[in-house]
């Protein structure tokens, strides 16, 4: 059977979902679907449909489902032991810190892992309150970083926040939000406009001394926002003229997701003081990342530790992740096949109007859908519009942004040429319908 054709049977287990879990765990489509298979860079959902997955259960699956080498690690490790705690050592942990401090940037060194980028952004956020003995932390407008207390005090979202503030001390600055520019500005003439508003951001509400700033290389939930040349530069020199570390949140751009590098932050001539991550590091194994420099990392106390952080299975996964993508070539595969994806993308943009913005790095390429323009209305139907079609043509694609108006893709790091064939010729016919 295929997407395009019509259901028999409604599927118990989106029935079960909508019954016993809470309403907040949202599915996409009108008529949800449940997945029970994965292969390479296709799922099946329980009715028998194949799809082409291109959003990777949210930039997660990072080398295709069920892959053969990361299971091989799983399956090795889960035959001699799964769980020890982080009051053992465990070879699998003590390796993955160290290739991790090889491949890192910068002075990062040593490692904090716990079970997911939430954990891994609190964890950020308190080592640099410790390490600096001051509290504010500056972060952006339409940021995401998590579902705890700190992380939703710091979203940038008004519908990722069920709750006002919880965590007192936590700032927003104007995202480099390009294509809706905070200062009417364009790439080649705002002077880092947005960069220098952290400045203003912690001379007016702030003590004047921060513990940190922390943003994403690329805001992902945000909509895929790339900021401009010299960003990072300027953003990182403010935030240590008052005192404060930097922090890269490489939940969603890490892993070679970017193309060619490790880290997104690397295409910036900066350094991180503390780096984080989660998402495809495990290739869908829970697992979630800090790395700090010594400084920084030795000023945290001695007693603390996430039960499952470590836990010689991810760990398993994580390293066979990292080895797969430097056996093949995956950095530059998702630089080739993304430069194609972004090639296509433009041609969309060109053929239907209601495509505002096409942005991107890499296998991280957004769409932003607009009514107009020129008044750059923000198209949300448009995008449930597309969702429906995509699926019917056999093909998964995710969606963000303030505004819920921009269509994301996540395709994995191995994705072929023939895989963006397939999602733009599925995205094509979906346009046409807007």
Partial sequence: MNPQEKRSTVSDAVRKHKEFLFPAVAMYYQEPIALVKGEGEYVWDDQGNRYLDCFGGVLTVSVGHANPRINEAINAQNAKIQHTSALYANENQSNLAEKLAEITPGALKKSFFTSSGTEADDTAQMAAKLATGRHEIVVLRHSYSGRSATALSSAGHSSWRPL?????????AMAP????????ATPDNCGAACANDIEDVIQTTTTG?????MAEPILGVGGFIVPPAGYFERAYEITRKYGGLCIADEVQTGWGRTGDKWFGIEHWNVEPDIMTSAKGMGNGIPIGWTIATPEVADKFPGLTFATFGGNPVSTAAALAVIKMIEDDDLRTN???????????LIELKDKHLIIGDVRGMGLMQGIELVKDRQTKEPAP?????VFEETKRQGVLIGKGGLYGNVIRTGMMLNSTKDNVDQLVAALDAGFALC
């Fill in 164 to 172: 006002p503030a919880q965590v007192a001390g936590i700032v927003h």
């Fill in 177 to 184: 939000y390009c294509y809706r520019c905070p200062f009417g």
């Fill in 209 to 213: 001394e921060i513990a940190a700033f």
């Fill in 334 to 344: 998702a630089r080739v096949v993304g430069d194609y994806l972004r090639a296509r």
């Fill in 381 to 385: 139907e448009a995008v449930l519009k």
